[in-house]
């Protein structure tokens, strides 16, 4: 028989609720094999969780090898499009200039087609009702008058010149998702 670890505290047997010394290791929870096999069941639903825990982890960053950059366009373009809802959450309409309880979209002054490297220029994007943003595609020239009153004639001419053109390297994609949604939970915590 093994002798007891030297200067180790007794413990109380997880199974039995007996006292002893630990013989093999100071992390040891069970006086005998005996104990230790009606203790199995317990460990066996920590260990189970533990492994279906880790799998989840595996899969999602499995999935995340996956993505493509469109993938990650879009959820940055989300999370953006979120912040930019929260930040003119007290704000009409840009375009119609009314409150109303329906849909509210980040509507872009120059799209993302037409000038992509404006896709995520917070100048460019704002509150903007539904029926305007899809029905009458932006409603550009009450939007137009409305960002000369917000943000000046300057800007908007800064808005409306020519721009480098852009494109996203997916770490620059990622970092720019990590940004607003930080940015996001912020005005969430404000509005608490």
Same mark, same amino acid.
């Given at each position: 028989m093994r002798t007891a670890l030297k200067d180790v505290k007794h413990k109380t047997c997880k199974a039995c609720?007996?006292?002893?010394?630990?013989?093999?290791?100071?992390?040891?929870?069970?006086?005998?094999? #005996?104990?230790? =096999?009606?203790?199995?069941?317990?460990?066996?639903?920590? @260990?189970?969780? &533990?492994?279906?825990?880790?799998? %989840?982890?595996?899969?999602?960053?499995? #999935?995340?090898? =996956?993505?493509?950059?469109?993938?990650?366009?879009?959820? @940055?373009?989300? &999370?953006?499009?979120?912040?930019? %809802?929260?930040?003119?959450?007290?704000?009409?309409?840009?375009?119609?200039?009314?409150?109303?309880?329906?849909?509210?979209?980040?509507g872009h002054y120059r799209s993302v087609g037409a000038n992509p490297e404006l896709r995520f220029e917070p100048l460019n994007v704002w509150k903007q009702c539904a029926p305007c943003n899809t029905h009458l595609s932006g409603n550009l020239v009450n939007y137009r008058l409305s960002l000369l009153q917000l943000i000046g004639g300057q800007q908007v001419e800064w808005l409306e010149g020519p721009h480098e053109p852009r494109k996203y390297t997916v770490d620059e994609i990622k970092t720019i998702k990590a940004k607003y949604r930080a940015k996001t939970r912020e005005l969430k915590r404000a509005a608490a």
């Open positions: 609720g007996e006292k002893f010394a630990p013989m093999f290791n100071t992390t040891q929870v069970v006086c005998s094999p #005996k104990c230790a =096999l009606a203790n199995a069941p317990a460990n066996a639903d920590k @260990a189970r969780k &533990a492994i279906a825990q880790r799998d %989840r982890r595996d899969i999602q960053v499995r #999935k995340e090898k =996956l993505k493509s950059r469109a993938d990650h366009l879009r959820e @940055a373009q989300a &999370a953006f499009n979120e912040w930019v %809802r929260l930040r003119d959450a007290d704000r009409p309409c840009i375009s119609c200039g009314r409150h109303h309880e329906g849909q509210y979209h980040a």
